[in-house]
């Protein structure tokens, strides 16, 4: 068999073990044939790539990024190829796509799929919102990189006794903000997933000092909006999930508390240093099985499925149940961690 493997969308911390996965089983078990197109679905329609053999993986395992590259979907270029696909991967010479990457990704997968391309995805993204799968690889890494950050930032904080705010990813949902901000201790969350009301916030922090506590930490995801007219803060635009895009909440944030607390208030914006670097074992150890997984269900001669974690299982689920909606926080997780949304 020969088997096309790409990475598509933003990287995250994990890409690498697959790829290398995918490349040590199917080679050294099935005695297959890998090619890796560069750059994503760019790569598949252009007819870049190049052979996957044991060497060309070797010693990527706890590499951060993709060996491959990655690209954004250009989509009008991509449905129109869509027509001839079965063309294309006869041309190029491939019996099976394994696309590895977030709700995009797999959504175009799908199209695949539905075209006749025998398809198998592997989920990925460091936002865990992905549904099907319990876990996404890339999220332990950087609930690991906010949590350590905010460690860090807790230690100047008191210092200079400062109130910290600190975006983290997550524009749909709040599972990176949640669980960071749970191992870290912050003494507020806010998530997309539930509107805050900045008096809650506000109140929480006076309490502190009150207390004689010197600091507080605040941990915002990018996509936490306040409470409508609770204060000064610019709409973003709707996108494609019907979701508004806001800009900038933790800045706007810092600048609120500080205004009304009268206190310093920093906004610390955490950005692409949380999808970077070196995997978690934790991830290296999911990405390595989903690229197992992915290779077994090729052979099996399974399409339009995505490999999915369920309990400490991994199975296959189709494609069309996991890109149909986000996993956004529910209510109990948000209750657990007892904080102010
Ligand atoms: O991978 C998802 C994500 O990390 C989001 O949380 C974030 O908003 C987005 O990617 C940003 O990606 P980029 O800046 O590469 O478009």
Not at 119 to 129: A, R
Not at 246 to 255: D, E, H, P, R, Y
Not at 256 to 270: C, D, F, T
């Amino acid at each position: 068999m020969r088997i096309g493997v790409l990475t598509a969308g933003g990287d995250c911390p994990g890409l690498n073990a697959v790829i290398r996965s995918v490349v040590h089983r199917a080679v050294t078990h099935h005695g297959d044939e890998v090619i890796g197109f560069e750059d994503g679905y760019a790569g598949l329609l252009d007819g870049r790539y190049r052979p996957l053999d044991l060497n060309a993986v070797s010693g990527i395992l706890a590499r951060g990024g993709t060996i491959l590259g990655s690209s954004r979907l250009e989509r009008d270029r991509f449905r129109a190829a869509c027509e001839n696909i079965r063309q294309l991967a006869k041309e190029i010479g491939f019996d099976v796509l394994i696309p590895i990457g977030g709700e995009g990704t797999l959504t175009a997968a799908r199209m695949l799929a539905d075209a006749g391309l025998p398809v198998v995805g592997v989920p990925k993204t460091i936002d865990n919102d992905i549904s099907s799968t319990d876990r996404t690889f890339g999220f332990d890494t950087a609930v690991g990189v906010a949590t350590e950050a905010m460690d860090r930032l807790k230690t100047t904080a008191e210092s200079h006794q400062r109130v910290m705010v600190v975006e983290v990813m997550g524009r749909h949902a709040g599972w990176i903000a949640l669980e960071s901000g749970m191992a870290a201790g912050a003494h507020g969350i806010c998530l997309p997933e539930r509107p805050f009301d900045p008096d809650d916030l506000v109140a929480l922090v006076e309490e502190r000092f009150s207390r004689g506590k010197k600091f507080a930490v605040i941990c915002v995801a990018e996509g936490a909006h306040p409470i409508e007219g609770s204060m000064d803060y610019q709409k973003g635009e709707i996108d494609r999930f019907g979701h508004e895009r806001f800009q900038g909440i933790g800045t706007a944030l810092a600048f609120e508390l500080q205004r009304r607390l009268g206190k310093e208030a920093k906004p610390v914006i955490l950005g692409h240093v949380q999808r970077g670097g070196t995997p978690t074992a934790y991830d290296r150890v999911l990405a390595t099985r989903f690229g197992w997984h992915a290779v077994e269900a090729a052979h099996r001669g399974e399409s339009g499925k995505m490999t999915a974690l369920r309990g400490t299982d991994v199975v296959m689920v189709p494609l069309a149940d996991a890109v149909t909606e986000l996993k956004t926080v529910p209510k109990d997780r948000m209750d657990e961690a007892e904080s102010v949304f």
